[in-house]
């Protein structure tokens, strides 16, 4: 383990060192941006974030913007305006979710690190985006080196569920208490690879989905149909059916939304059900040879059908030495009781909210068996918002997808990412970096477009 994080760290400087120079850096950042986990860094103090690697590199990363900077800013020559209105939205969102965190200032120390990571990594964040003012020919090019990444964390997701070998345990530095457990279900580790938790792993598959598909509809290049296969199969491995139901709504969305005219339907519909043949002689094949794999694989078609009203036994059929389905059988269940942390919160404190942190100092708490429980996490992006930040906290992601949705009006591809984006909202809280990722590739395309 020790080897793998030394021969990766002494990778990832040598790579920052190369890319910063050659003014390439904004294809290693945005990967480590999205990938590296949370918890490769150094804990310096609790009252302090976590100076994480990905934190290192944004330093970097901002020092490379304004290096190589395509435009610049001048205070006076901005007018109010001449400013589009949706970008009045975008500022909203950063005032309201700075507002609503100094309520709490005063008492909580959560909430001042909020504001710090808003500030650090979202608005300069935007900030260094415009001044790189990126061209239609640098996004593509992005948008192949994240997608490639993600690929890898396929392939090391699938291999980590199936050998239960979890590589990037190795990059756990920072001594202090950080998302990356591990589940067992069906017999098989639920895949997490960077992302800490397999919830968040599946989402990254579904977040993933749009690009796949914008990369091939300009390329028609058949790599991006065998990636999309892998990108579903991985998130299988992350054993989360919420993600089976959120990927069926992506692929109907686009093939009704996006794909436009009878012959790009019927390529659709080809490569569909090419990808879909391929994916399931791969998962014939593997219950064939192993019954575990047998048992993961069915028992997950079944887990999934059983949220829409069927009543499989999934202990049944497991091999000796697998203890049956695993933990949280009842599925939605789960996530539909979070929804009693509203009523909560609303109680309290329905304006500002219960703090940030507020699941991690146990303020919240969840109502299932006839009582409150006291809870320590979140799964529901918006439960997360309105606990943590209340009605104002909700106003300002209401106002930032209003923003999105606004920029994206020209493209069906990015449109395809908000809807993708709020539906991982429905089984994780939220994933900021790839928020923000989708924003970067908005403002851009706007900008080349007027």
């Known amino acids: 383990m020790f080897v793998f994080l030394g021969l990766f760290t002494l990778a990832l400087l040598i790579a920052n060192g190369i890319c910063f120079f050659k003014r390439k850096y904004l294809y ?30 944004f330093i970097l990363f901002y020092i490379y913007a304004y290096i190589n900077r395509k435009r610049s800013i001048n205070i006076k020559e901005i007018s109010i305006k001449n400013l589009p209105k949706e970008y009045f939205f975008l500022y909203g969102y950063f005032i309201l979710r700075i507002v609503t965190n100094l309520y709490y200032a005063t008492t909580y120390g959560q909430p001042i690190k909020t504001i710090f990571l808003i500030i650090f990594e979202q608005l300069l964040f935007l900030l260094a985006i415009y001044l790189l003012a990126l061209t239609k020919e640098e996004l593509t090019t992005l948008l192949k080196v994240v997608v490639y990444v993600a690929t890898a964390l396929f392939v090391i997701g699938i291999f980590e569920s199936i050998t239960s070998i979890r590589p990037f345990d190795a990059l756990y530095t920072a001594q202090r208490y950080m998302l990356n457990d591990h589940y067992v279900r069906l017999g098989l580790l639920r895949a997490t690879t960077t992302l800490g938790l397999p919830g968040f792993y599946g989402n990254m598959c579904i977040l993933m989905l749009p690009a796949i598909f914008y990369l091939y509809e300009i390329t028609r290049h058949k790599r991006f149909l065998v990636i999309a296969g892998l990108d579903i199969l991985a998130m299988i491995h992350s054993g989360s059916r919420s993600d089976v139901f959120f990927t069926t709504a992506v692929i109907i969305a686009y093939f009704l939304y996006v794909v436009k005219g009878k012959e790009r339907k019927l390529l659709f519909c080809k490569n569909a059900l090419a990808v879909i043949c391929s994916l399931l002689l791969v998962v014939i094949a593997c219950s064939l040879i192993n019954d575990n794999l047998r048992y ?114 020209n493209s069906r591809f990015l449109q395809l990412s908000v809807f993708s984006y709020l539906l991982s909202t429905l089984s994780t809280a939220n994933m900021y970096t790839f928020l923000f990722a989708f924003i970067l590739i908005e403002i851009s395309l706007r900008k080349q477009n007027g």
């Open 296 to 409: 993961f694989y069915s028992g997950s078609c079944k887990a999934v059908l059983n949220e829409v009203g069927f009543d499989f036994d999934l202990d049944k059929d497991a091999p000796d030495d697998v203890n049956g389905f695993g933990v949280n059988p009842t599925g939605s269940i789960s996530r539909t009781r979070q929804l009693s942390g509203l009523t909560y919160t609303a109680r309290i404190n329905p304006i500002f909210g219960l703090g940030s942190g507020a699941q991690v100092r146990g303020d919240v708490q969840y109502y299932w068996k006839d009582e409150w429980h006291v809870v320590y996490s979140y799964d529901l992006g918006f439960v997360e918002t309105f606990c943590d930040e209340g009605f104002i906290g909700i106003l300002a992601m209401i106002s930032l997808f209003i923003f999105m949705i606004a920029t994206s009006k």
């Open 28 to 57: 290693l950042f945005i990967p480590c941006m999205l990938f590296l986990p949370s918890y490769y860094g150094i804990h310096i103090s609790d009252s302090l974030p976590v100076i994480t690697m990905a934190r290192i590199m």
